[in-house]
C-alpha cells in the first residue's frame, strides 16, 4: 500500500470538495472491511453511510439518496447482485454510481458486472487511493456530463 500517495490523493480530494460533501453508501458485510473503507473516505471528506447487507442497502438508498455507492457482492440476506437489480429498477435510484469493491475477480463476474452498468470494479486487498481515485473520476465524469446537459463550457 502506497500511504504517501494515498495522503495525497486524500488531500487533492478534500480541497477540491470544500462545502460540497458528498455522500457514499458502503454496502459490506465485514465490520472491519467497512470500518477502514469509512475511515478513509471520511478523512478525505465524504459523508459516509454503511449497510450490513444489499436489502439494508436499499433501505439507505431509498431514505439517504446516496451520491454512490461501494457494494460487495457476496452478503447475506441480499447480495450484492441482487441489489443492483433492485436498484435499476427504481426510477430515483438507477442512475446512482455503483463501484463494486470484492474478493471476487473472476471473468464472469467483471461481466456481470458491465451487464448492470455498474461504474467500476475493485478487487479486494486495494490500495485506498485507487479507491479514491476512482470515486473522484466518477465524480468529476458526472460533473462534465451536467455541466454540458445545461450548455457550459466550463467543467
Known sequence: MNYERTSEIMSAQINKRKGNKKKILIVEDEPDMTMIITHFLKYAGYEVLTA??????????????PDLILSDTQMPVMNGWEMLEELRKQPMSKHIPVIMV???????DIAA??????ADYIAKPFDPSLLL?????????????????RGCLID
Open 133 to 149: 481515485e476512482k470515486i473522484g473520476d466518477i465524480f468529476a465524469s458526472n460533473r462534465k456530463e451536467k455541466n454540458r446537459s
Open 102 to 108: 470484492t474478493g471476487r475477480y473472476e471473468k464472469y
Open 113 to 118: 458486472a458491465a451487464a448492470y452498468g455498474i
Open 52 to 65: 450490513a447487507n444489499g436489502e439494508k442497502g436499499l433501505e439507505k438508498i431509498t431514505s439517504e439518496k
